[in-house]
């Protein structure tokens, strides 16, 4: 009887220590144009490099293989995360010219009167202060790699070192030091690997001068295409600049991190210049420099990411701690010939989407449901155990954290990009998405055209399905629910006043045509 009961309360106590205590911890690992081709634990076909840390999120959590961005540009994602609101609904629509209303409710504010202590440190770029933080650490602007300024709080300091490994230190410093008698909200957010793509100068000889597989669609030519995918500025043949190929060297870099830097790139570019290259053959230079410093610079974040797993292990955090890792966006590493994002096509509008939730998400599986950065805020409220307030427009995530697909689960997103004619010629256009279908409608006053994509058909994405008749059925019952969409969300189409670059049009954006019409059409 004694021995029972002794061994009972062995199990209890057992039990006790191992049950999670209080509410999730939430820690949100945030990249700026980290593709999922750039993830080992994705599988893509050209493996171009391996991520161990990342790895491990998806070997002991979730998948998620089709989350799908608004607005794919960094600035507008990120004031969509905050809000849980679309770009027309939270007004931060582009990078050149949207300041962040602080004013409005976010998801951080809410957790604040819940009782949870949040953190941001890293890329902000929402170009007013964070609010419903207790501490914030950001990179200013866009931030630099090398030796970063940062605003410590509203304080500037100038910090030595790398982006990448300065985030870290920061956040774990935090993590070290926070209230700990509170639940916790982390979001720790990498400038990389953001154009210039400038990798830690441990990183610089990582690949040993690899030859990167060309993607099929470098040299994409873009026929029969509607003049908004052709007319473009992002090109690695017409657009990368001497920054982006390290043929000069960035600023912020002091005498020895200079001295460095030139001992490797130098040789290196002393040898492409003799070579005098033209055509396709500088494309093909071009875009495995690219890939070097791209690839470097995701490895520094893999790394940081595994300091990160492993000082939550050592501090007992992992089991009570939802991890979510992810980027504002997607990004092209040479299809159709792209750097950059902006675009509905494949490579932009999916991002990587990890979960790790010990004792709730199932360890390595996977779940190909159409999901969104959209959901975040209603997620994060979801695993605090809070209401999530009736005008936000995603849905939280936590069913399909736990395995539970909810039987009215969306078929069907709505996107919008509105930002133009700078930095890189992208045509505004917005759209409705399917497991299947992309319908795309441009609209400027020199390009009104829609494009039909069929993914199933065509995987690389490089026809218009618009105008073949065999289509006509499958373009109205897609108009058709896209308009559903946008009623849904509430938004006017065109903007009420839409503004490119600095300054607004010379006249509204066209009107979409009802009915069929040709992908080349132009504005009347």
């Given amino acids: 009887m004694i021995r029972r009961l002794f061994t009972s309360l062995i199990l209890l106590t057992s039990a006790a220590l191992a049950a999670p205590k209080g509410p999730p911890n939430i820690i949100f690992l945030f990249c700026d144009d980290l593709s999922t081709q750039a993830i080992s634990a994705y599988g893509e076909k050209r493996k171009l490099l391996e991520t161990p840390g990342m790895d491990r999120i998806a070997r002991e959590g979730i998948r998620f293989d089709r989350c799908l961005v608004t607005n794919s540009i960094c600035g507008p994602m990120r004031a969509v995360i905050q809000t849980g609101k679309y770009s027309h609904a939270n007004g931060f629509y582009n990078n050149s010219n949207s300041r962040f209303d602080s004013m409005q409710q976010t998801f951080p504010k809410l957790l604040q009167k819940a009782g949870y202590t949040n953190a941001v440190i890293g890329k902000w770029h929402l170009m007013t202060d964070p609010v419903g933080y207790h501490y914030w650490n950001v990179l200013p602007g866009q931030g630099a790699y090398y030796n970063p300024a940062m605003i410590d709080n509203g304080k500037q300091v100038k910090q030595t070192g790398y982006a990448t490994d300065i985030i870290t230190d920061l956040g774990i410093q935090w993590l070290k030091n926070r209230d700990k ?121 893999d790394e940081n990411i595994q300091r990160t797993l492993d000082f939550l292990d050592k501090e007992g955090l992992a089991e009570n701690t939802v991890l979510i890792l992810s980027s504002d966006q997607g ?45 975040l805020a209603q997620t994060f409220l979801d695993i605090a155990g809070q209401p ?49 279908y992309k319908l795309v409608h441009y609209y400027t006053p020199d390009v009104d055209g829609w494009d039909l994509l069929d993914r199933q058909k065509d995987p690389l994405e490089v026809k218009n399905f ?54 080349k059409k132009k504005a009347e």
């Fill in 466 to 519: 618009y105008s073949d008749p065999a289509y006509a059925d499958t373009v109205k019952e897609l108009k058709t629910e896209l308009t559903r969409l946008q009623t849904e969300v509430h938004e006017t189409i065109p903007p009420p006043r839409f503004t490119h670059g600095n300054a607004p049009f010379e006249g509204e954006p066209v009107q979409p045509k009802k009915g069929k019409g040709k992908g």
């Fill in 181 to 301: 008698t509170k639940p916790f909200m982390l979001m720790l957010q990498h400038k990389a690997p953001h154009r210039e793509w400038e990798p830690a100068l441990r990183h610089l000889g990582h690949d040993k001068d690899r030859v990167y597989e060309e993607p099929e669609t470098l040299f994409d030519a873009f026929e029969g295409r509607s003049k908004a995918v052709s007319d473009h500025d992002m090109g690695i043949e017409r657009t990368m600049t001497d920054r982006d190929l390290k043929l000069a060297a960035p600023a912020g870099l002091n005498e020895d991190q200079l001295k460095y830097w030139n001992e490797y790139y130098e040789p290196r570019n002393a040898r492409y210049r003799e070579a005098n290259l033209t055509g396709r053959e500088l494309v093909k230079w071009r875009y495995q420099r690219y890939m070097h410093d791209y690839t470097a610079c995701v490895k520094g974040v």
């Fill in 388 to 436: 999530q307030p009736g005008d936000m427009q995603g849905r939280s995530l936590v069913p399909l954290f736990k395995g539970e697909t909810p039987a009215d689960w969306r078929k069907s997103f709505y996107y919008h990009y509105y930002e133009f004619p700078v930095p890189h010629r992208v045509r505004p256009h917005y759209g409705v998405i399917t497991d299947r």
């Fill in 331 to 375: 990004f092209f590493l040479g299809e159709h010939g792209w750097f950059d994002k902006r675009w509905i096509f494949e490579e932009s509008l999916r991002t990587p989407f990890l979960v790790r939730w010990p004792g709730v998400s199932k360890p390595g599986s996977t779940n190909g449901k159409i999901v969104s950065l959209l959901d």
